[in-house]
T-cell receptor, first 114, second 114 residues
Framework: KNQVEQSPQSLIILEGKNCTLQ??????????LRWYKQDTGRGPVSLTI?????NTKSNGRYTATLDADTKQSSLHITASQLSDSASYIC?????????????FGKGTKLSVKP | DTGVSQDPRHKITKRGQNVTFRCDPI?????LYWYRQTLGQGPEFLTY????????KSRLLSDRFSAERPKGSFSTLEIQRTEQGDSAMYLC????????????FGPGTRLTVL
């Protein structure tokens, strides 16, 4: 069964600190992996998209890594800011699959405290 | 602001009533998606359109749900005879032509069924 598991479920860090969010998936065959940021009560906003051949991609203070062999991805946030408080959702797309095969994780809820 | 708009942003209705939501995608995008998201969960795929054609529907989309995109631009999602279990955030997203193209999400419509 295609699944995307994220950890931790929630995380509290102090402003200025770094953190790493994890995503493990069992989606096959793999097409791409995306990280989204979702503020409370808003729609998700894309941070990064990575295909099979990419193992790292950065977007400002956000850096995503992908290990297609172990089927793991991480999202590293550097020098966190209060505005980073949000849910971060890992989404994996199956190659050649239907649109229903865009598999969403449940997200990690990050709270950045001053 | 991703360029995808949804209306209304919030809807409170009584059980048994019908509701209709609207989504205006980014104008150059041919694909339009509907998702449902409940608290603490990732979005769940409902249906998608390629231009005006509805190409796929999830098993989640019961016969009380209907979606249209009559001119290949905006889309509507109607829920008939609403139930309390329909309470959720309804998200719309749009993209270019391919399943691997990035999806841009709207702010969502929060539905509460009393």
């Amino acid at each position: 069964k295609n699944q995307v598991e994220q950890s931790p479920q929630s995380l509290i860090i102090l402003e200025g600190k770094n953190c790493t969010l994890q995503c493990n998936y069992t989606v096959s065959p793999f097409s791409n992996l995306r990280w989204y940021k979702q503020d409370t009560g808003r729609g998700p906003v894309s941070l990064t998209i990575m295909t099979f051949s990419e193992n790292t991609k950065s977007n400002g203070r956000y850096t995503a890594t992908l290990d297609a062999d172990t089927k793991q991805s991480s999202l590293h946030i550097t020098a966190s800011q209060l505005s980073d408080s949000a849910s971060y959702i890992c989404v994996v797309s199956a190659d050649g699959g239907s649109q229903g095969n865009l598999i969403f994780g449940k997200g990690t809820k990050l709270s950045v405290k001053p | 602001d991703t360029g995808v708009s949804q209306d209304p942003r919030h809807k409170i209705t009584k059980r048994g009533q019908n509701v209709t939501f609207r989504c205006d995608p980014i104008s150059e995008h041919n694909r339009l998606y509907w998702y449902r998201q409940t608290l603490g969960q990732g979005p769940e795929f409902l249906t998608y359109f390629q231009n005006e054609a509805q190409l796929e529907k999830s098993r989640l989309l019961s016969d009380r749900f209907s979606a249209e995109r009559p001119k290949g631009s905006f889309s509507t999602l109607e829920i008939q005879r609403t139930e309390q279990g329909d309470s959720a955030m309804y998200l719309c997203a749009s993209s270019f032509d391919h399943s691997w193209d990035e999806q841009f999400f709207g702010p969502g419509t929060r539905l509460t069924v009393l």
